[in-house]
């Protein structure tokens, strides 16, 4: 059977790694960039999944298969690979400020505790002790997730593309799709539908087409009079280079507080001297085009990140960056299905501002429906 994935980005790459382990599957990919643009270069990958506040359903059971997957890819992933792979294993540290329901942290942490997860709701002193950085003044308290992690989306994708060379994926990048369509085919050896791809180094011939596109999604399902719809959400982020690490050098989790997180940069790979903080969330205008990014916004995330952690004002900004996040219209991210009235071609796409995060999941998902087949 032969497979096409259209995308390589971070669930792309994902798709194809995860197939790329079944016998008797051919795998190639296309994507007219180079793999880890678009969203997944400008993502902060960090993997808010125990932290969350789904308790169940599918938003929970994806969240907690791609922590509990992580945990294994990583290890593979560079030794295949040769790369090391930025991977923060300290968790994340959520700052309650004046007003957070600590009683709603605390029965969360009790549900995750029955799942076989673990939360901690600190006190003042505690958040003190442990993170002298912050500005104690602002919060109440703080709730940590030791098993909640961050790592480099670009270094991941990259080293998921490798590792599915390794395993014997094709990659074809700079190569742009100018049609798809559903073809009747008999053969000697096959009879049934077709996907035929045609790009712009002439044309793919498909048993099974995984649509992976992010906001390239939308003109793919257009062509097969199937529109799905997904527009882009503009997020703005900054790198701050502090030269030392802020607080103690041995405890470096995500900090994150009303939406604004705080990165180590490098985790688990270099001393930490640098920090990325992000990001706006900057929605289209009522046609779906994304508007300029907006200074204030990111000016407003700046200020919030130091007043959370004042050292921050004395650090050096070395460059802001954007992103579009593919999210679906009126309708809940991501879109994991099978685009209707196709058999043959599945939906992997506008996971919005989780991508880096459920890209295992969402691989392992796409793995299920094909060996299902």
Request: proline content about 6%; glycine content about 8%.
């Amino acid at each position: 059977m032969h497979v096409v994935v259209i995308g390589c980005g971070i669930v792309g790459a994902a798709i194809a790694y995860e197939l790329s382990q079944i016998k008797g599957l051919q795998v190639t990919v296309i994507d007219q960039k180079p793999p880890a643009q678009a969203s997944t270069g400008a993502a902060l990958g960090v993997l808010m999944g125990i932290i969350s506040h789904k308790l169940k359903g599918k938003a929970w059971r994806m969240r907690q298969a791609s922590i509990a997957a992580y945990e294994e890819w990583i290890p593979k992933l560079e030794a295949v690979s040769g790369r090391k792979i930025p991977f923060n294993r300290q968790g994340i540290l959520s700052l309650c400020l004046a007003g957070d329901d600590l009683t709603g942290w605390e029965n969360l942490a009790a549900t995750r505790l029955a799942q076989g997860w673990q939360l901690e709701v600190w006190d003042k002193s505690q958040l003190q002790q442990a993170c002298p950085q912050v500005n104690i003044e602002k919060f109440v308290g703080a709730v940590y997730s030791p098993q909640d992690r961050q790592l480099d989306p670009i270094t991941l994708t990259l080293a998921l593309v490798d590792a599915a060379i390794f395993n014997g994926v094709s990659f074809k990048f700079g190569i742009e799709v100018l049609g798809i369509s559903s073809v009747h085919s008999v053969s000697a050896d096959s009879q049934g539908e077709k996907i035929e791809i045609e790009t712009d180094n002439g044309k793919i011939t498909a048993d099974k087409t995984i649509i992976a596109a992010g906001l390239g999604s939308t003109p793919l399902t257009e062509q097969l009079q199937q529109k799905v719809d997904i527009r882009p959400v503009l997020g703005q982020a900054i790198h701050f280079h502090v030269g030392h690490a802020l607080g103690n050098p041995d405890f470096q989790p995500v900090l994150t507080s009303n939406d604004v997180h705080i990165v180590p940069c490098g985790a688990g790979i270099v001393p930490i001297t640098d920090y990325w903080v992000g990001a706006t969330v900057e929605f289209p205008n009522e046609i779906g085009n994304p508007l300029p990014p907006d200074a204030e916004l990111l000016e407003t995330v700046k200020q919030q990140a130091i007043s959370y952690c004042p050292q921050l004002a004395h650090a050096t900004i070395t460059r802001t960056w954007l992103g579009l996040r593919p999210r679906p219209e009126n309708r809940p991210a991501p879109i994991i299905e099978k685009l209707p009235g196709f058999s043959n071609i599945l939906l992997a796409t506008g996971h919005y501002r989780n991508g880096v995060l459920l890209a295992p999941a969402t691989a392992i998902a796409i793995r299920e429906m094909i060996v299902s087949n």
